[in-house]
């Protein structure tokens, strides 16, 4: 199982990114896949989820209306738009797929995102 | 939302000894629903345990979960070098979907 983000960098306040996940390894159309990150020094936040066949898309309420999930089983690839983006959405960003649905059984290594002017 | 807190926030241990870490919930999660993860700096989180007291593929014996309703426990009977890090407990919901607790790090003493 490999799961590698991509697509973070810097951004200015009020601009927009939009991360990759690349899997490969495992039936990736059979998994929910999702999105959590980590905020320098800080614990993992959850940003949301998606099902396996791009249905069921959740997100945490701060989030939600800023940030789109989605996922493209052809390309075994899954996506975060990110909009409005803040200096406080600075963090690492991981994708981790969910093994059983109530737990997330492989991460990838995380892409940094920096929100600065 | 149901809250997780994480106790002590960090522990200070020598390698050979056993750690004990608890997770506790703002309200009752079913033990299907409560994992644990590890991670070591610069490095993303690795399932250990998942449904309170299973272990991920490739986890040592020495690392257990164990608790019920509100109070869960992971325990590191032996504490090798590796295993100094920080852990974090993970329980399943509705809304948010995965919620963590803050963290407990792990520090040689």
Same mark, same amino acid.
């Given at each position: ?117 | 939302? !149901?809250?997780? @807190? ?33 991670? @070591? ?7 250990? !345990?998942? #449904?309170?007291? $299973?272990?991920?593929?490739? $986890? ?8 019920? #309703? ?5 325990? $590191? ?15 399943? #919901? ?13 520090? !040689?003493?």
């Amino acid at each position: 199982v490999q799961l590698v983000e991509s697509g973070g960098g810097l951004v200015k306040p009020g601009g927009s990114l939009r991360l990759s996940c690349a899997a490969s390894g495992f039936p990736f159309s059979t998994y929910r896949m999702t999105w959590v990150r980590q905020a320098p020094g800080k614990g993992l936040e959850w940003i949301s989820s998606v099902g396996s066949s791009g249905n069921y898309i959740h997100y945490a309420v701060s989030m939600k209306g800023r940030f789109t999930i989605s996922r493209d089983n052809s390309k075994n690839s899954l996506y975060l738009q990110m909009n409005s983006l803040r200096a406080e959405d600075t963090a690492v960003y991981y994708c981790a797929r969910a093994g059983g649905l109530y737990y997330l059984d492989f991460w990838g290594q995380g892409t940094r995102v920096t929100v600065s002017s | 939302e !149901i809250v997780l @807190t994480q106790s002590p926030g960090t522990l200070s241990l020598s390698p050979g000894e056993r750690a004990t870490l608890s997770c506790r919930a703002s309200q009752s999660v079913s033990s299907d629903y409560l994992a644990w993860y590890q991670q @070591t700096p610069g490095q993303a989180p690795r399932l250990l !345990i998942y #449904g309170a007291s $299973i272990r991920a593929t490739g $986890i040592p014996d020495r690392f257990s979960g164990s608790g019920s #309703g509100t109070d869960f426990t992971l325990t $590191i009977s032996r504490l090798e070098p590796e295993d100094f890090a920080v852990y974090y407990c993970q329980q399943y #919901g509705s809304s948010p979907m995965y919620t963590f607790g803050q963290g407990t790090k792990l520090e !040689i003493k």
